[in-house]
């Protein structure tokens, strides 16, 4: 028992460290795609051509959307540093961890359950709203090339925004919000494994009641001792 609690122990400490570096890599590309795009959200914003060469942007999307993505992404982020390194510390110094943390068992698993909810949102959120925003840029022109009309292959040497200011076409938003919409499904998945060890854990080593290792022998009173 002791060996399988140190494993699920480490799982649950590497799963932390994985979850809060790969948040970084949702908050930073959707803050600079606002950053680049004038403080405007493009998440379910809407494009369409004018001609073969320009674009116009009918709607941006809404500020919360990217919002929401970001606060959700930092605040995990934060969580995971504080728990993996509390989890690196009581690994190394702390003789009774199994006590220590088992008594917080039950509260791991709401957390993790709660934070799992919130991360698949912030995941469908990228997804979907850089989905509809790109709807826009694959509405190929008959009339032209194919390959200078999609969200993943545009040139923004050839496009610009019709009423927009020209730095728009140097901006990489395909890039950063493909990465952060990868970014967000891995940790949401690593939250789900984090939820899963917890579990496992609270199942397997008693829960609030704390570690088996750790109970109290249990002294039966013999006739001598009566």
């Given at each position: 028992m002791s060996?399988?609690?140190?494993?699920?122990?480490?799982?649950?400490t590497?799963?932390y460290?994985?979850?809060?570096l790969?948040?970084?890599?949702?908050?930073i590309?959707v803050?600079?795609?606002?950053?680049e795009?004038n403080?405007?959200?493009?998440?379910?914003g809407?494009?369409?051509w004018?001609?073969?060469t320009?674009?116009?942007?009918?709607?941006?999307?809404?500020?919360?959307?990217?919002?929401?993505?970001i606060?959700?992404s930092?605040?995990?982020?934060?969580?995971?540093?504080v728990?993996?390194?509390?989890?690196?510390?009581?690994?190394?110094?702390?003789?009774?961890?199994?006590?220590?943390v088992?008594?917080?068992?039950?509260?791991?698993?709401i957390?993790h359950?709660?934070a799992?909810?919130l991360?698949?949102?912030?995941?469908?959120?990228?997804?979907?709203?850089?989905?509809?925003?790109?709807?826009g840029?694959?509405?190929?022109?008959t009339?032209n090339?194919?390959?200078?009309?999609?969200?993943?292959?545009?040139d923004?040497?050839k496009?610009?925004?019709?009423?927009?200011?020209?730095?728009l076409?140097?901006?990489?938003?395909?890039?950063h919000?493909s990465?952060?919409?990868?970014?967000?499904?891995?940790v949401?998945l690593?939250?789900?494994?984090l939820?899963?060890?917890?579990v496992?854990?609270w199942?397997?080593v008693?829960g609030?009641?704390g570690?088996?290792?750790?109970?109290?022998p249990i002294?039966?009173?013999?006739?001598?001792a009566?």
């Open positions: 060996f399988l609690y140190d494993v699920l122990f480490l799982s649950q590497a799963l460290f994985a979850g809060g790969t948040s970084l890599a949702i908050s590309p803050a600079l795609t606002k950053s795009w403080g405007q959200c493009i998440l379910y809407t494009v369409e004018l001609d073969s320009t674009l116009i942007v009918n709607d941006y999307g809404s500020q919360s959307s990217c919002d929401f993505v606060s959700v930092v605040v995990y982020m934060f969580y995971c540093v728990f993996g390194f509390t989890f690196v510390a009581l690994f190394l110094f702390h003789k009774h961890k199994q006590t220590w088992s008594k917080g068992l039950l509260g791991y698993v957390i359950g709660f799992s909810v991360l698949f949102i912030g995941a469908c959120v990228v997804s979907v709203g850089f989905r509809d925003w790109c709807t840029f694959d509405a190929v022109p009339s090339p194919p390959s200078l009309y999609s969200c993943s292959r545009l923004p040497e496009v610009h925004y019709f009423n927009q200011p020209d730095f076409a140097d901006t990489a938003f395909y890039s919000l990465a952060a919409e990868t970014a967000s499904w891995v949401f690593a939250s789900a494994l939820c899963g060890v917890s496992l854990r199942r397997k008693g609030e009641e570690s088996p290792l750790e109970r109290e002294v039966v009173p013999t006739a001598e009566i």
